[in-house]
Structure formats: C-alpha cells, structure tokens
C-alpha cells in the first residue's frame, strides 16, 4: 500500500469514527428524555382509555337455527355494578329503547355486594320493563347482598315487585309468533352446581324447542356444562378479562386468574354457543384498557 493510500485510509477512518462519536453523543442526550416522554405518553393513553369507559358501545350477535320461525331480538346486560350512564341511566335506556327488544336478559352483578340501596337496579328495572320482558339471574354480588350479609337484602322481593321474571335455578318460557324460547336460570357458580341446580334443571336438557341458558359465571360452561345441549347460553363475570390484549383476550381477573377462559366474546362448545360480555359497568381496582363497556344485542333468525 502507498503511502497516499495509507493517508487516505486514515482519513477515512478518522471521519467514521467522528461520525460515531457524533451517534453515540446524540444517544446520550436523547436516552435521559425518552423514558419520561414515553411514560408520560403511556400516561396519556391510559388515561383516554379510562375515560373513554365513561361511555358503553353496543355488540351486535346474529346467530341462525331451525328452530326460530319468527325472528327474535334481545339484549343482553350484565356488570353494571350500580354505575349510571347520565341521570338515572337515561341513556342506557334510551339505547336500549332504540334497538326495540323482544325481551332483555339481566345476568347478575348488576349492583354490588356492599350497596346501602338497592334504587339504581329498582328504576332501571322499572323503565326496562316498558320496553320488554326482564328475565334474571342473579350473579356473585346479589348472592351476597341475600345471603351473605347480616344486614341481608331481599332483593328477591324487590325485583318481583318491579314485575321482574326471576329465575334462581329455574326455567321460563318465552314465545313469539311461531318461536318458543325456553330460558333457564342458573345463580349457581360450577362449585355449587350439583348441589344446588343440577336437580332442577335435568328435564331442561331434554326439551326440543329453543333453549336459552342465562348464567353470570363462565367457569360453569367449561367445568359442568360443557357437554350439555342447549342452542345458546349466556355468561360475564370477568369483565372482560380487565386489560384486554388484541388476538389473545383478557389479561386478568381476580378468580379467573391470568388469561382467564371465556373472558369474552361469541365461543362454539360440545352442543352449543355461548356468548360471554365483557360488562357494562365496573367494579374494583383493576382499570379497563381496551376494553370498552358493552351492550350486548343477540338477534335470533331462521335458518
């Protein structure tokens, strides 16, 4: 190599090394501004989605069988945990009113195991009942309020008198035009199942006409009623699963554990469907991210 060509090596050289110099100096003082702007946009993010829960959307479900002859509508809540959508739940009303349901499907924690009153729950259900039929089963926190507090509530008794169709462990049935829906209650988690409801409900399997089954508790379906043959079945409880992740689920939930099992949307079992909603309230520390409140809308059609 001649000496000119040696130079011009180390010219070369130099300038690289001035240019990675210059890089690495760049870094430096970007690196200690980066995480403070990075938390504070993840801050930001949190804090739209948070607030963005303050509003419900609405999901729709459409699902076909040989044994609807007339089309059948109705809406599905679950979780509202005592929260209200403008005063006095004027506009989750309202949307429900809009979608002009054939009947609507209460399926438990609608209110909380702690609540002084019980008004939230009474006038929604008096409002709702102009519009349609309310069938309910009673999920995790109305089991307390009636039976595991000293102060019990008799929420029964009030929910007969708002002309409510309570179903605790029992079936109902549900006819328009040429379609008969035949709905059962289920209040019972699967650890109390066999005890409790597993009696009352054998002739329900059997039937031959539409079956419906309205329960809060997921772990049901997947622990004792996996095998069982209904044409729909209903859940919540998880609320989604709190945090959801895009093409996983839920995250969280304090009985479902991590990635909890039917956490929410439209599942196919043995001999069924079953829908699962995320909720459409809140309750306890854990925020909802991704995962905006929902009113359910179920339309039942010919095949």
Known sequence: MSVVEELRRQQIEAVREKEEERKRRKRKRLL????????LVLIMLLAV??????????????LSSEKINTPVKFVVLSDLHSVEYGESNRELIEAIRKEEPDFIAMIGDMLNQDDGSTIVIQHLCRELREIAPIYYTLGNHEGT???????????????VKEEVRLLINQTSEFQKGDTVIQIAGISNEAAGYDYWAKEKLTGFWQLEDYKLVLSHFPDLYYEKLKDERFDLA????????MVRIPGIGGLYHPEGGFFPKYSGGQYELTNGTLIVSRGIGGHGWIPRVNNRPELVIVELTEE
């Open 49 to 62: 989605n948070v607030s963005g829960n303050r509003k419900f959307g609405v999901t729709h479900y459409q």
């Open 32 to 39: 200690p501004g980066f995480f403070p702007l990075f938390l």
């Open 145 to 159: 309020l009636m039976y595991g507090r000293l102060d019990s509530v008799a929420l029964d008794e009030i929910l």
């Open 234 to 241: 209903l859940a919540g409880h998880y609320h989604g699963g």
